[in-house]
């Protein structure tokens, strides 16, 4: 082996790149994966990041972006990235019709007598660190523009704000224009970095009582919208999955009425790369078995569109015997690229501090971290031969 290193400087270089340290199998002159940073998409009903289309794990940190110390955004994505995640969802949202005081993150004021975007210290400017450390520890994000649930503002601070209700902001022109004029201030600063994986239209939108075109109309304006601002990512809805599905028994998920909106028909909105599914049987009234199923009719459906679903958010009492299953479904289900259970925690430097704990929080190498992340992350990489 030393006689090799020594003749062949360049194998060794190649060598040591390989994901597993080991790289005998690889094609040296075409390796699988390049490290370099690319922009992420879709490769047939796969992700592709960075140069390597596989199944992809990640997690959600809605409060990442509204973290106030840099060593607490540094300790949180550096553990993410040693961990083997690789997507990570961030609230790229936070609207109030109230200023805070200072010391408070907040990005957007919203007020019929002027709005203002908050691009200050307290502001997009921890977004910034955010994108900052994905970029530092190779990790890619979702940033959402809009929560359907009124926790950091949401569709409600624009009512409040405009007037309307939850249902009509979707075609109420005074919101529709100032969450445009939102989003295109966030894709605008980022719209170049490799750590975005995806927009995310909205947290969990949902049009109770709607007709299904209202939420197809405003996800194809929106996307297409997005896309002529920044043609470098990928868009995707961050809805639940709800409606009607081919081969479905049913239950109230797979009805119109769950959500306003016909998940399998929005498919074919062309600007949406990829769609989402999230899953919480017990908030839907629904067993926990439930959920598998779930998973393999919106992987056949993706598989069926030709794009690639990702599982986003998941609960089920932070229990790996009930959340396993899932998982594993995901993973072996064509049309699933990734999972991201819900949600992330650790333990912040600064202060010493836990981070949000929801009943569904995930502490870094804590509690059943192994059984819920680790060995899921080392049954990813088995079976995309790593
Ligand atoms: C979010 O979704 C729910 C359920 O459909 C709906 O009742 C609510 O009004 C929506 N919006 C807000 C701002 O809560
Ligand atoms: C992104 O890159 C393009 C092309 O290099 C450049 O024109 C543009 O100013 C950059 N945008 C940002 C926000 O850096
Ligand atoms: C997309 O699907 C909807 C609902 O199934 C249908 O009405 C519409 O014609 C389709 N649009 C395209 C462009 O295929
Ligand atoms: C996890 O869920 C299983 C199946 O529902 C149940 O039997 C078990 O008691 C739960 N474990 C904990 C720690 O709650």
């Known amino acids: 082996m030393k006689k090799l290193i020594a003749l062949l400087p360049l194998l060794l270089a190649s060598t040591l790149a390989s994901p597993d340290g080991k790289g005998g199998n690889r094609d040296i002159a075409a390796p699988v994966a390049s490290s370099a940073p690319t922009f992420a998409k879709t490769d047939g009903l796969l992700f592709n ?4 289309s596989q199944y992809y794990a990640g997690t959600n940190c809605y ?46 004021y919203l007020s019929a007598s002027g709005s203002e975007i908050n691009t200050g210290s307290y502001g997009l400017e921890r977004l910034d660190y955010v994108v900052k450390a994905a970029e530092l520890n190779n990790l890619k994000l979702i940033i959402n ?33 100032q969450y445009k004029t939102y989003t295109k201030t966030v ?16 947290n969990e939108p949902r049009c109770s009582g709607c007709d299904s075109s209202i939420i197809y109309n405003w996800a194809t304006e929106m996307s297409a919208y997005i896309k002529s601002l920044d ?37 074919n909105i062309t600007t949406l790369d990829f769609a989402t599914l999230h899953l919480y049987p017990d908030s839907w009234g629904q067993s926990y078995s439930w959920g598998t ?23 089920g009492t932070n229990n790996c015997t009930i ?25 912040l430097p600064s202060s010493g501090t836990k981070t949000s704990d929801d009943g569904n929080t995930v502490y870094y190498e ?15 990489k088995e079976k995309n031969g790593l």
Request: proline share 3%; net charge negative; hydrophobic share 40%.
């Open 366 to 380: 804590e509690g059943n971290w192994d059984c819920m992340v680790a060995d899921h992350i080392s049954a990813i």
């Open 145 to 177: 523009f809009v929560n359907n649930w009124s926790d950091y503002g949401g569709i409600n601070a624009y009512v409040k704000a405009f007037g309307g209700t939850a249902t009509s902001w979707f075609t109420d022109s005074t919101s529709q224009n």
């Open 187 to 202: 894709v605008s600063r980022y719209s170049n970095s490799t750590a975005v994986f995806a927009w995310e239209l909205a």
């Open 231 to 267: 043609s470098n990512h990928m868009v995707t809805m961050g809805d639940e999955g709800f409606g009607p599905l081919t081969g479905d028994s049913g239950e109230y998920p797979y009805t119109l009425a769950a959500g306003g909106y016909i998940w399998q028909s929005n498919l």
């Open 293 to 315: 199923p779930w998973i393999k009719l919106h992987g056949a459906a993706c598989a069926a569109a030709g794009k690639p679903c990702l599982f986003e958010e998941y609960g």
């Open 323 to 347: 959340e396993n299953p899932w998982q594993n479904a995901a993973l072996e289900t064509n049309g699933i690229a990734g999972d991201m259970f819900w949600q992330y925690g650790d333990t």
């Open 63 to 108: 409060w990442c972006g509204f973290l106030t110390e840099d060593e607490d955004v540094d300790k949180v994505f550096s553990d993410i990235a040693a961990s083997g995640l690789k997507i990570v969802r961030v609230w790229g949202f936070n609207d109030v019709n109230t200023k805070p005081g200072a010391g408070t993150v907040w990005y957007q």
């Open 49 to 52: 990041i960075d140069g390597a």
